[in-house]
C-alpha cells in the first residue's frame, strides 16, 4: 500500500474544521516557512521536490514559480486554478470538499513564497456548495491568525478569496479563467505576455492547480529531496487519480507514481476491476483530452513492458501507440462500450466548450460532432473517418489555447486504435445503430 | 417618464452579500464580481436572470449592460428564459453516459413531462436541462439543483428520492447571508 501525503486524513470525522486538522499535524508549513524560511527557500524545496502541475500540462510547479516576475512595488498574485471541468476528472471537488483547510495552508505558504498578499481560488460555479465550505474554513483561518495581517507575528500578510465561475470548461485555461476572475467571457488570451509578467489585472501571477497547491504543506514539512524519493524518475510524489466509468470501484485514489496500471484496474485495494464480471476494452487515462488506448496499449506498452502510471510510461510511444497522464480522469470502458458514440459524446463536448474566438476550433469542433453524429447514426460514409482525422489535424496547434488540441486528440486516437468499429458503422448502419448494440469485431486493431 | 414600478431591486440582504464581494477585488475593479453578482441575482429572481435584473447588476457593478449581457450568455449556468421551480441540471458528458445518463434523461422526461430544453413541466415544478461534465464522475449519472448535487441515480428509487425531495421543497434552501430561504418562484411560461 502506498503513502498517502494528501489524502490519508480525508476521513476523518470533522476534519474540515480547523480543531481537527490542527490536530493531525494541519497548518505545520505555515508555521515552518513564516518562521523559519525565507521565500526563497519554499520555492528552492518546491523545485527540489520534482512537483509537476497536478491540472493537467504537467509543468514543473517549482520551475513555475521561478519564474514569476517581481517588480518593485507591483502587487503580484497566487490563483487557485479550483474550474475542474475536465471529463473524468473529480478529485478536487473531493479534496476541497472534505480538506478545505489543505488547500488553504497550501494558499498560504505558497503565497509567502510568491510573495503575494492577496490569493484567489477560482472554483467552478457549479461547485457553489464547496466555496461555502471553503469560505468558512477561511473564516476559521483568520480567526486563527493564519490570514489577515502579521501572520504568526511574521510581517507576512495575506487576504484570500474564493471566487466562483458560471459554467465554462475553458476557463480551467489559465488565463481564460484571469479574464473570468476580471468580470469578462472566459476567452484566452495570446501568449506571451504569459501569466508571470502579466496576469490578473496586468500584475505578475501564478496559476496552480488545486492538487499542486495541496502538495506544498508536505514538501515543506518534509523536504523537497523527501517527497522527490517517492516515485519514479520524473514522476515524483503522489498523484490523486479519479476512477470512472466501468469499474467495480470508482473513486478517487491517491497513488504512489510507479504504480502498474493493471495492478490499479483490477485490484481490489484501487479500482476492484471491470463491472459485471465483463473484459475490458478501452482506457482514456488522463481526462478526455487524452488519447484512448484499446485494453493491450493501456496495461502494456507496444514494446511489451508493463505500463506504469507515471507521466513517461503513460506517454511512451508517443501518440501512436502511447497516451497522456493529463489530470489523471481515469475512464474505463468496458466490452460493450460504443466507441464511434463515445467519441461523438466528447466530440459535442469541446463543440459546446470552445469558446468560439479561433475559426479553426470553433468550426472544426463543430464539424467533428457533426460528422460523428451522422456516423453514430448510421448516415455516415466511409470517407467520414478520414474526414474527421483530417478537420482534427486541421485544428491542432492553430488555435490560441489548447482547447484546439484537447478536441483533435481523442478523435485522430479514437479513428487509430478502432477504426474497424467506424467502417463497421458504415457498413452496418442498421445493425450498428440498434440501442445496446455491440460492436461484433475483434476488439483490438492497433 | 420612465416608469420605476417593476424594476427589480435587491434584498437587503443580497445587497450587504454584494458588498461584501466587491470588496474581495481591488477598487477600481468592481466588475470582478460580475459572475458572483450573477449568481446572487439568480438565486434572488427566481432562478433565472432577466434583462432587466442583468440591468441591476450593471447598475451594482457600475458598468454597461452590455458588458452584463455578453457574459450572462457566455456561461452555460445562467438561464436566461423563465424556468420552473426546479431546474434540473442532467450531466450527459461521457462518464455519465457510460453509467447511463441517456436513460436518466428520458425517465426525467417521463416523469415530469418537461422536455429537456423546453419549457417547464405543466405543473411549474420541473425545468430539464442537460449540462456538461460537473466533476462527479465517480458518482454517476448525476443531477443537480441549485447546489444540490444528487448522485448515483441509477435506480429509479434514487431517483424517485430526489423527485419526492424537491417536491416538498417549498422554499429553496437558505443562502448563507439569508435568515429563511425565499419561497421558490413559480413558472411563468
Known amino acids: 500500500m502506498g503513502r498517502k501525503l494528501l489524502t490519508e486524513h480525508i476521513n476523518v470525522e470533522g476534519i474540515h474544521t480547523l480543531d481537527v486538522y490542527r490536530k493531525h499535524g494541519g497548518y505545520r508549513s505555515v508555521e515552518k516557512a513564516l518562521k523559519t524560511m525565507t521565500p526563497d527557500e519554499v520555492v528552492e524545496e518546491v523545485k527540489k521536490s520534482g512537483l509537476r502541475g497536478r491540472g493537467g500540462a504537467g509543468f514543473p510547479t517549482g520551475l513555475k514559480w521561478s519564474f514569476l516576475a517581481k517588480p518593485e512595488g507591483v502587487p503580484r498574485y497566487l490563483v487557485c486554478n479550483a474550474d475542474e471541468s475536465e471529463p473524468g476528472t473529480f478529485k478536487d471537488r473531493q479534496l476541497m470538499s472534505k480538506l478545505p483547510h489543505l488547500l488553504i495552508e497550501g494558499m498560504i505558504t505558497g503565497s509567502y513564497a510568491l510573495g503575494a ?300 486504435h478502432f477504426r474497424d468499429e467506424f467502417e463497421w458503422h458504415v457498413t452496418h448502419p442498421q445493425e450498428a445503430t440498434k440501442p445496446g448494440a455491440i460492436f461484433p469485431g475483434k476488439l483490438v486493431t492497433a | 417618464m420612465e416608469s420605476t414600478a417593476l424594476k427589480p431591486q435587491f434584498s437587503e440582504a443580497a445587497k450587504a452579500e454584494i458588498e461584501r464581494i466587491c470588496k474581495q477585488y481591488p477598487d477600481d475593479r468592481r466588475k470582478s464580481a460580475m459572475l458572483p453578482v450573477l449568481h446572487i441575482a439568480q438565486a434572488e429572481f427566481g432562478g433565472w436572470v432577466s434583462p432587466e435584473v442583468q440591468d441591476l447588476v450593471a447598475d451594482v457593478l457600475g458598468i454597461k449592460p452590455i458588458e452584463v449581457y455578453e457574459v450572462s450568455s457566455f456561461y452555460t449556468m445562467f438561464n436566461l428564459k423563465p424556468v420552473g421551480k426546479h431546474v434540473l441540471e442532467i450531466c450527459r458528458t461521457g462518464p455519465c453516459m457510460l453509467r447511463g445518463s441517456d436513460e436518466l434523461t428520458a425517465h426525467l422526461e417521463r416523469i415530469t413531462g418537461a422536455k429537456v430544453g423546453g419549457p417547464a413541466s405543466e405543473d411549474g415544478l420541473f425545468t430539464l436541462k442537460e449540462v456538461e461534465c460537473l466533476a462527479a464522475c465517480g458518482f454517476a449519472p448525476i443531477v443537480q439543483v441549485r447546489e444540490q448535487y444528487y448522485e448515483q441515480l441509477d435506480t429509479p428509487e434514487a431517483v424517485d428520492a430526489m423527485l419526492a425531495e424537491l417536491r416538498n421543497q417549498v422554499h429553496r434552501p437558505a443562502l448563507p447571508w439569508e435568515e429563511n430561504g425565499l419561497p421558490n418562484a413559480l413558472a411563468n411560461n
Request: with cysteine.
Open chain 1, 117 to 416: 498578499n492577496t490569493s484567489y481560488i477560482y472554483i467552478r460555479g457549479e461547485l457553489l456548495y464547496v466555496l461555502r465550505i471553503l469560505e468558512k474554513a477561511i473564516a476559521e483561518a483568520y480567526a486563527a491568525g493564519f490570514l489577515g495581517k502579521n501572520i504568526l507575528g511574521s510581517g507576512y500578510d495575506l487576504d484570500l478569496y474564493v471566487h466562483p465561475g458560471g459554467g465554462a470548461y475553458i476557463c480551467g485555461e489559465e488565463t481564460a479563467l484571469l479574464e473570468s476572475l476580471e468580470g469578462k467571457r472566459g476567452n484566452p488570451r495570446n501568449k506571451p505576455p504569459f501569466p508571470a509578467v502579466q496576469g490578473l489585472y496586468a500584475r505578475p501571477t501564478v496559476v496552480n492547480n488545486v492538487e499542486s497547491i495541496a502538495a506544498v504543506p508536505v514538501i515543506v514539512n518534509e523536504g523537497g529531496d523527501e517527497y522527490a524519493k517517492i516515485g519514479v524518475g520524473k514522476s515524483t510524489g503522489t498523484k490523486l487519480f479519479s476512477a470512472c466509468g466501468h469499474l467495480n470501484k470508482p473513486g478517487i485514489y491517491e497513488i504512489e507514481l510507479g504504480l502498474p496500471v493493471e495492478e490499479f484496474i483490477y485490484s481490489d485495494e484501487y479500482c476492484g476491476g471491470i463491472w459485471k464480471g465483463r473484459d475490458l476494452k478501452a482506457v482514456v487515462a488522463g481526462g478526455s483530452s487524452v488519447p484512448i488506448l484499446p485494453k493491450e496499449l493501456i496495461l502494456k506498452t507496444a514494446t511489451g513492458e508493463d505500463r506504469l502510471m507515471t507521466y513517461e510510461s503513460l506517454s511512451d510511444g508517443g501518440f501512436v501507440t502511447g497516451t497522456m497522464l493529463g489530470s489523471g480522469g481515469f475512464i474505463a470502458m468496458d466490452e460493450t462500450t460504443n466507441i464511434v458514440r463515445n467519441t461523438w459524446n466528447f466530440s459535442r463536448f469541446y463543440h459546446h466548450e470552445s469558446c468560439g474566438q479561433c475559426s479553426p476550433c470553433r468550426e472544426g469542433t463543430g464539424w467533428l460532432e457533426k460528422v460523428l453524429h451522422r456516423l453514430v447514426h448510421g448516415h455516415g460514409q466511409m470517407q467520414d473517418i478520414d474526414l474527421l482525422v483530417s478537420v482534427a489535424k486541421q485544428i491542432e496547434g492553430n488555435t490560441i489555447c489548447p482547447l484546439g488540441e484537447a478536441a483533435a486528440w481523442p478523435v485522430a486516437a479514437a479513428v487509430r
